[in-house]
């Protein structure tokens, strides 16, 4: 099952800040976009020379605003081509397609409180969360970190939805989250949602844990980029297809490139629903995602192929 | 289309329901082979041929305003079949809009809903409703959201919220269940409400269904087809009503199988909720006699043999031990042996 698409036209491009672009995107059907929930995704796919390339970016702006839909887009030093093309090659009246919303990251309801924490590009779930809470009158706060007064984007928008309650952390002026502080003698009821860099996403969960949190009130969301890396070869069961997937193309791009139809939706590692069963490994399996268990990955049955790959050898699924 | 209800046919006491030819016709017979056993049988809940009961997203058919009429009843009797948390009025509001938009967009002639900003205009035909108010406002409405709605769309319904990796049942409008218990379930987890269903879990189909459902998309519902029997073509069989129904069990003879005993099909669908990320279940049921489905020899040679083959423990499960035997006997005299072909079609 792959994702349902709906084509857009990028309607306005803003530059917000050194190596940050905002999009807004609006149908050229001329329907309103769907609602959707505080804390979902799009993925866009890309027209760059020779293949589809497809990135998930989160929808900032308001949830109800039907006509418009915003995200954010941080390019990338190491871009295999994603964000290098919605910084250098995208303009005002492009049409391109994106996937219908889906959610990885939604707010708990019967949470009493809500803290929600951005660290630099991670804001843009954070936005949309934070306005979902302020429309349903919730109890929350917002801690904002980001490198340089200038990086601080869309607050502003923050400051406007629960003023007084926006914290900022500036790593320019050495400022930085104490997540066991911040975590430290919470009510029973508080919920923790957090989107930024994966050592800040791991210090606060290790802190929460230490803390005794329970890991279901403890949400983090993040998105890993394709990395690339060596050469293998990949065996297809089903569909009989033999062929090498080379080092700029992730597994899952290799395997669409046959013009093998296989299932996906986040295509960052988190979702789960790429998840392909491994028959043979012949070489050492690289898992990159955030999906399996360690049981799962001990097993060495199952594979990841939006961001994991086989180091040497041949790859046989069963698809 | 044009529908020709049958609004004084009646669910309880008389039990004057019945089904006319093309009701019939277009009864989702779930059987594909001659044995059954549980799978994750889901598949996307996409505009299904013309008049059959997958054309739409709900199902709106002859019984419609009988059945309206029965669920009000129950509903009268017994206010705690209408159930909702309070941190689910979000998902009310996203079940209230997804119904009457695809009533509306479907059944045009009997439904219609036009909007000026927030401010919606409602008029349902058949059961003579005209209703102006403002979405998301509870306090426009003659009761809250998703009890209005519910009370006008053919089916049980249940809305589930999602958190934890998990799906718990937080919302429920239920008045034709197949013996169980909205009050029992309500807040359970989608682990906890199929804790008693035999065999499944140890085929490990509710952990993969459930890993499915949790990633269900946003316009990609799904569906799968249920069944149990029924004696007396009775919508509320619900345990709370027990001492109503559950005699009739014993109530079956070889005379009277035709008439009383009913296969009873759920048309289960589940769709991604937009404001609230949760998800509706609604479950569609449809009642035919066994003399319904002897006027198309396949399905009663299949049902024949599906009933013959059934393990113990779902037959006792969907409790048709008591009455298993007399209708074997009966179907027995439609079943030629004749090797059937895969599928499902009269």
């Known amino acids: ?319 | 289309m044009t529908i020709a209800f049958k609004p004084d046919e009646t669910f309880r006491g008389t039990y004057t329901y019945r089904n006319s030819p093309q009701a019939i016709k277009r009864f989702p017979f779930p059987f594909h082979q001659d044995q059954y056993m549980y799978s994750v049988n889901m598949e996307p809940h996409t505009k299904g041929p013309e008049g059959s009961v997958f054309e739409n997203a709900f199902d709106i058919d002859e019984h419609y305003i009988a059945e309206m009429r029965d669920r009000a009843i129950t509903l009268e009797r017994d206010p705690g079949r209408c159930v909702s948390l309070p941190h689910m009025m979000d998902a009310e509001w996203d079940t209230l809009e997804l119904i009457m938009e695809s009533l509306s967009r479907d059944y045009p002639e009997l439904f219609t809903l036009t909007k000026d900003g927030e401010r919606w205009h409602w008029v349902n035909k058949p059961l003579g409703i005209d209703q102006t108010f403002t979405f998301g406002d509870a306090a426009t409405l003659p009761c809250p959201p998703f009890e209005y709605i519910g009370r006008q769309c053919q089916g049980d319904f249940v809305i589930m919220d999602q958190r934890d990796n998990n799906l718990f049942a937080d919302s429920g409008m239920i008045t034709s269940q197949a013996d169980w218990s909205l009050m029992f379930d309500a807040g359970m987890s989608f682990m906890e409400w199929h804790g008693p269903v035999p065999l499944a879990h140890e085929l490990g189909v509710f952990d993969r269904a459930l890993k499915y459902l949790l990633m269900l998309q946003q316009s990609r519902p799904v569906r799968r087809l249920n069944w149990t029997m029924t004696i007396n073509p009775r919508l509320d069989t619900s345990p709370e009503t027990y001492p109503e129904w559950g005699p009739d069990r014993a109530s079956v003879t070889p005379d009277n199988v035709g008439d009383k005993v009913h296969l009873r099909v759920e048309l289960q669908a589940l769709f991604r909720l937009p404001r609230s990320n949760g998800m509706l279940f609604s479950i569609r049921g449809y009642l035919a006699s066994m003399n319904d489905l002897a006027t198309h020899p396949r399905w009663a040679k299949r049902f024949h043999r599906v009933l013959s083959t059934l393990p113990n423990e779902l037959a006792e499960y969907k409790g048709l031990v008591r009455y298993k035997p007399t209708t074997i006997e009966w179907l027995s005299k439609f079943d030629d042996g004749e090797v059937l072909p895969g599928g499902t079609q009269p």
């Open chain 1, 1 to 319: 099952m792959s994702s349902a698409s709906l084509n857009v036209e990028i309607r306005r491009i803003r530059d917000l800040a050194p190596g940050i672009r905002e999009f807004s995107l609006s149908r050229t059907d001329g329907d309103d976009f769907p609602i959707y929930s505080g804390g979902s995704h799009i993925v866009l796919s890309l027209p760059l020379s020779d293949r589809p390339h497809r990135n998930p970016y989160s929808l900032l702006g308001d949830p109800t605003d039907r006509k418009t839909w915003r995200v954010a887009v941080r390019k990338q030093e190491d871009s295999r081509g994603g964000s290098r093309w919605l910084h250098e090659q995208a303009r005002e009246g492009m049409r391109i397609d994106i996937s219908a919303p889906v959610n990885l990251f939604s707010l708990n309801r019967l949470g009493r409180r809500h803290i929600l924490v951005a660290g630099g590009i991670g804001i843009t779930p954070i936005l949309s969360q934070a306005r979902e809470l302020a429309r349903l009158g919730a109890d929350f706060e917002v801690h904002y970190a980001y490198r340089a007064p200038e990086y601080g984007v869309f607050v502003d928008e923050l400051e406007a939805l629960a003023p007084g309650r926006i914290h900022h952390y500036v790593q320019s002026r050495r400022e930085q989250i104490e997540f066991s502080s911040l975590l430290a003698g919470r009510p029973l009821g508080t919920h923790f949602y957090i989107c930024g860099p994966g050592g800040m996403v791991a210090a606060s969960m290790n802190a929460g844990k230490a803390l005794g949190w329970p890991e279901s009130h403890l949400h983090s969301e993040q998105f890993l980029a394709p990395t690339g890396g060596e050469p293998f070869d990949v065996q297809l069961t089903l569909s009989g297809k033999a062929f090498t997937v080379p080092s700029d193309l992730s597994l899952l791009e290799a395997i669409e490139q046959q013009g093998v139809d296989a299932p996906y939706l986040c295509r960052g590692g988190a979702c789960g629903q790429c998840e392909l069963e491994v028959v043979d490994a012949s070489g050492e399996l690289i898992h990159h995602d955030l999906y399996l268990s360690a049981e799962e990955r001990a097993s060495g049955k199952k594979i990841m192929p939006c961001v994991s790959r086989l180091k040497g050898g041949c790859l046989t699924l069963n698809l």
